[in-house]
């Protein structure tokens, strides 16, 4: 089992920065895969970013290629999502999730674990 809560979200103008947290608990952290999502309102969870347990391979969504980047520290049981050039169509809740296979990968249904999500407000 593991507990997962993001934060770091917040309201910012377009063009800015965000560097977003997702903090583990438990003892197994780095045998995990974790990815991120994003979920606007009326819309579904769509794929961010995934990294591997080890942090060797990493994947992207197109929306956010270049923009942003999902890095890892296993020793703070904590991965992270920075994220450059905003733009309003990042808006949305940004949910951290860990996968028990180890692998990156961009499908919903093989994240096992789940935080609560913390919201990024990209004006223009």
């Known amino acids: 089992q593991v507990q997962l809560v993001e934060s770091g979200g917040g309201l910012v103008q377009a063009g800015d920065s965000l560097r977003l947290s997702c903090a583990a608990s438990?003892?197994?952290?780095?045998?995990?895969?974790m990815g991120w999502f994003r979920q606007a309102p009326g819309k579904e969870r769509e794929f961010v970013a995934a990294?591997?347990?080890?942090?060797?391979?990493?994947l992207y969504a197109d929306s956010v290629q270049g923009r942003f980047t999902i890095s890892r520290d296993n020793a703070k049981n904590t991965v992270y999502l920075q994220m450059n050039s905003l733009k309003p169509e990042d808006t949305a809740v940004y949910y951290c999730?860990?996968?028990?296979?180890?692998?990156?990968?961009?499908?919903?249904?093989?994240?096992?674990?789940w935080g609560q999500g913390t919201q990024v407000t990209v004006s223009s």
């Open positions: 438990g003892r197994t952290f780095s045998r995990y895969g």
């Open positions: 990294t591997t347990w080890n942090g060797d391979n990493t």
């Open positions: 999730g860990a996968d028990r296979s180890g692998y990156a990968g961009s499908l919903l249904r093989r994240y096992d674990y």
